[in-house]
């Protein structure tokens, strides 16, 4: 019985702190919900009576009369709603809305964003604004935790008689935070309380910080999206938005071609103080490298720029039409310090989004992260002056004197290598940029490979200059080879320097494939440990080629390199598939390959592999391409190296039974004999005639067959299936 009476006891209790909760704003206190209430604004965009559209919004910042809002940039998107221009569709911002204390006021868009969705409004001459919610501070955010979505959902909809909407606060939890490859917040996912018109309003914690943005909704799933609160901070802070490369002349020229980069600058609070930009002249398809530290790109050149009107400008020479593009950096200078754009690549009459985050502030020395997850130190000019390490020059003076010793030196190198005499040799120079003349040194097949599964070189292929690397070598002093005068440095280990000559990342060679998931630069590596084994692998889809009598196709690994001790071969179905439905944006794109390593050259180790699917990827890693083939993979170039013809196995013939022939007389007809003679020779004659004839029809038909039929032939299918109609997208906007 007592247990029952605290049993009850302990539900009325709960159920009256729960009662009391919901009395003080659900988790908010007082002042923060009536600070919240204040600052969210009911948006109208359009003409009363025509079509338009409406949203939320809110407050951010107070300057005497005037007033900044934040909402999303298609709820102010009035592309559709145009007659003349957007000037004439008004945008109107209502406070207090659906209150007596009512105010509405004209507004105008001072900075849009496409992606992230974002905008911002300014209403001038309204005195008395209210308090704007506070970005200062973001609140730390985790699953599970308690958020409320403030505005005005379904708009009018919601209304009591002919006024407009009274705001609505719901409660949602989050239930994740989408992150980028860098670790950065991108979106926080949240369950409940977003429906249409909340787009725009501001989903705050339970102490009032902001958390986000409504943006959008999964329909039908509960599930909505929310920007993340440092995203709203670095538009007001100041960023870049879309980019152009504009030629100044529409003629076309086979020589230098001048043109023009125009940036557009969203800087609503004029926190941008100074600009410089960087460029480097490329051809369209050099994707720009990603990095994950600060630092303009080592070979770009620095260009005065111009700012009228919100328009950054800076005049550039492109050297030839071939090199119609731009790879862009910029550094925009502010009262707290700098930050450094992420490189971008622009063709000429691209129209190219803003770059992505808020880019990086400098630091004392950076890293070059590679798709792989392996850092570099940033390409440089200069060897670093700290090293511990013997001068490469000093070797090169008096190779002799180091033969048979293990020695330390430092270099540059543009981390390439070529094969000369049967040697895999490294590239490497003095710090005076040239190439030492009394040394040659070799490195190991799987070292070299190590070195070229980087892709170094892929970042800015078909540069003017070659970008170099400090490097750091161990290795022993052998004898000159041959007749080559040069004597040998055997690499055993490879280093990359910082600029403080400390190591980032060392290569060592390696007998064996490592353990762990296979990669496309481990079959490249290692094929002989795959062979026969069927594997899904990320990479990259470059495109296909040609190759002798089969279908070839161009893989890049997880740094975008080309795997170079792989042939790679498609069905004349995957040929087609490539050519048709890979259009040349998409090249270059991350992909995921089902293979099947067909076999290994057992004389240099060279694999062979073909490829049965393909899944081109977006770069959130969704699938937005698949191509599949179950027709036959030709290998010509398995069967011209190391296919041998089968050996002719010849059987001992063995002797018949003995049969007594039949006895002619020892006198016997001169002229019969003479007479089965000619017989005899003209059966000959015409039997071999008759050979002849068999043998010249086989003989052509196998050419045919060897014109025609080498390559495999899928029957075309005749019938296209109509696809089933579905929404790939399951987001829709507030």
């Known amino acids: 019985m007592f247990a029952k009476l605290c049993l009850r006891v302990g539900v009325v209790v709960a159920v009256v702190a729960a009662q009391i909760g919901m009395a003080r704003g659900q988790g908010l206190t007082a002042e923060n919900l009536a600070t919240i209430k204040a600052a969210t604004v009911y948006i109208q965009v359009g003409k009363p009576g025509g079509p338009g559209a409406t949203g939320s919004g809110f407050l951010v910042r107070v300057d005497g009369e005037t007033g900044y809002i934040v909402t999303n940039n298609h709820v102010i998107d009035v592309s559709d709603l145009m007659t003349d221009n957007a000037a004439m569709v008004p945008i109107r911002v209502v406070f207090n809305s659906g209150t007596p204390i009512e105010r509405t006021a004209t507004a105008q868009v001072v900075a849009a964003l496409e992606q992230p969705d974002l905008a911002v409004l300014k209403v001038e001459k309204m005195k008395g604004l209210p308090k704007p919610l506070d970005l200062s501070d973001p609140p730390k955010l985790m699953e599970t935790s308690t958020v409320y979505v403030c505005g005005f959902p379904f708009g009018a909809k919601l209304a009591s008689a002919d006024k407009n909407p009274e705001i609505s606060i719901g409660t949602a939890t989050v239930s994740s935070i989408r992150t980028d490859k860098s670790g950065q917040v991108t979106n926080v996912q949240l369950n409940g309380a977003l429906n249409p018109g909340n787009s725009g309003g501001p989903v705050v914690a339970t102490d009032g910080k902001l958390v986000g943005v409504a943006v959008k909704t999964v329909r039908n799933a509960g599930i909505g999206i929310a920007i993340p609160q440092h995203e709203v901070a670095t538009l007001l802070r100041g960023r870049t938005g879309k980019m152009l490369l504009l030629p100044k002349s529409n003629a076309p020229s086979e020589g230098e071609i001048p043109a023009t980069i125009q940036v557009e600058m969203l800087d609503p609070f004029s926190g941008i103080k100074s600009i410089a930009a960087y460029y480097m002249a490329v051809r369209p398809n050099v994707v720009a490298p990603e990095l994950v ?47 450094f754009t992420f490189p971008v690549t622009i063709s000429v009459g691209e129209d190219r989004k803003a770059p992505k985050g808020p880019g990086f502030r400098p630091s004392a020395s950076g890293k070059l992260k590679l798709p792989s997850g392996i850092e570099l130190p940033f390409p440089t000019d200069t060897r670093p002056a700290k090293s511990d390490g013997t001068d490469i020059s000093e070797i090169n003076r008096t190779p002799e004197a180091y033969l048979d010793k293990v020695v330390k030196l430092d270099a540059m190198s543009p981390c390439t290598t070529s094969e000369t005499g049967g040697l895999q040799e490294l590239y490497v120079e003095t710090e005076a940029g040239n190439a030492p003349s009394n040394l040659r040194l070799t490195i190991s097949k799987d070292l070299a490979l190590q070195v070229q599964d980087l892709g170094v070189q892929d970042f800015l292929p078909n540069l003017v200059t070659q970008l170099k690397f400090a490097v750091r070598i161990v290795g022993k002093v052998k004898k000159p080879i041959g007749r080559d005068s040069r004597h040998v440095i055997e690499i055993e280990e490879l280093s990359f320097l910082n600029d403080d000559a400390t190591v980032t990342t060392t290569l060592k060679p390696e007998t064996s494939a490592p353990g762990g998931k296979p990669t496309l630069s481990l079959v490249n590596r290692f094929p002989d440990k795959y062979k026969g084994q069927i594997l899904t692998l990320n990479g990259a889809l470059m495109g296909v080629r040609t190759a002798g009598k089969g279908y070839g196709v161009e893989l890049g ?178």
């Not at 071999?688 to 052509?700: E, T």
């Not at 050419?703 to 109609?725: C, G, L, Q």
Request: overall charge neutral; proline content about 8%.
């Open 293 to 339: 530290s600060p630092g303009i790109l080592p070979g770009l050149m620095k260009v005065p720029v111009k700012v009228i009107d919100g328009k950054a400008t800076a005049d550039v020479v492109l050297p030839n039409a071939e090199s119609s593009a731009v790879i862009l950096q910029l550094e925009l200078g502010y009262v707290n310090g700098k930050i």
């Open 557 to 734: 690994n997880e740094n975008n390199a080309k795997p170079l001790n792989l042939d790679i071969f498609v069905s004349k179905e995957m040929f087609a598939l490539v050519e048709s439905d890979i259009p040349k944006e998409m090249l270059r794109s991350p992909a995921k390959v089902t293979i099947v390593v067909e076999t290994v050259d057992p004389r240099s180790g060279h694999g062979f592999i073909g490829v049965t699917k393909i899944e081109v990827l977006d770069e959130s890693g969704k699938i937005v391409k698949t191509l599949n083939s179950t027709g036959k993979i030709d290998y010509p170039a398995v069967q011209a190296a190391i296919v041998k013809p089968p050996e002719r196995t010849i059987e001992k013939a063995v002797a018949p039974t003995e049969a007594k022939a039949p006895a002619v007389p020892e006198k016997a007809n001169t002229s019969l004999m003479v007479g089965l003679g000619i017989g005899a020779a003209a059966l000959c004659l015409a039997g071999g005639a008759i050979m002849f004839y068999i043998l010249k029809k086989a003989s052509k038909a196998k050419a045919d067959d060897d014109d025609d039929d080498d390559r495999p032939k899928p029957k075309p299918s005749r019938t296209k299936t109509k696809p089933t109609k579905t929404d790939d997208n399951p987001f829709e906007n507030l």
